[in-house]
C-alpha cells in the first residue's frame, strides 16, 4: 500500500518536489517525546566535535553522539570514532521508523542542539560510506526549528521545513546530490532539541 505523504497537507514549504523529502507529524506522541528528549539528553555520552576551519580548530556549535551495528559499516570513511552500542530506547525509536520507511537502518547520529546559539552548517550528507542517494530518516524531539534547504548550483531556489516534536522526516531523491541543508541559529530564545538520523552506512 502507498504510503500517505502528509507533507502536502501540511504545506510547510509549498513547491519542495516530493521526490526529495517525506514528511510525517506525530510519529512521537507528545508525551512520549517529551520523555524520550529528556532521557536521551541525560543518557547519552555526548561529544563536542572539533573541526577545522580555515585552518582553525574550532568546536562544532552542538553536541553529538553516534551508535551503530558493530560489524556492518566503514566509520573511518565517515571520519567518526567507534560508535557506540545501541540502547533500547534507540532501537524502539529505530523499530517505529523503519516500519514506516519500510527500510532497516544500521547507525544513528543524534545531535542535541541545546539552546539557539547551536546550529548545523550547510552541508550535504553526501559521504561515500552512504552510497550514492541515500534515504535517511530523521526524527526531532522538543524545541521546534527551522529546517533549511538550498540547491547547490541556485542558492535562489530554497525551503525551509519546520520540524515539529515527534515528526519523521525522510530525504531520499538526489537530495544529498543536489542540495544542501542547514539548522541555522536562531537570535530567539530557544529551547533544547534532539535530531536523529538513521542512516545505512554500506
Ligand atoms: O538536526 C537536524 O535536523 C539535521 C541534522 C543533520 O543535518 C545531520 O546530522 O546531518
Ligand atoms: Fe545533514
Redesign the pocket.
Known sequence: MEQLSLFAEQGQSPGLPATLLDYHPGLFTETESELILQKLIRESPWQQRVVKMYDKQVLTPRLTAWYADPETYDYTSLRRSVPNTWTPDLLLIKNRVEAIVGLKFNSVLLNYYRDGNDS?AW?S?NERALGTHPVIASVSFGQLRCFDIRKKQDHRQRYSIKLESGALMVMKGDLQVDWE?RIAKSSKPMKARLNL?FRVVI
Open positions: 548545523v552541508h550528507d541543508h538520523t
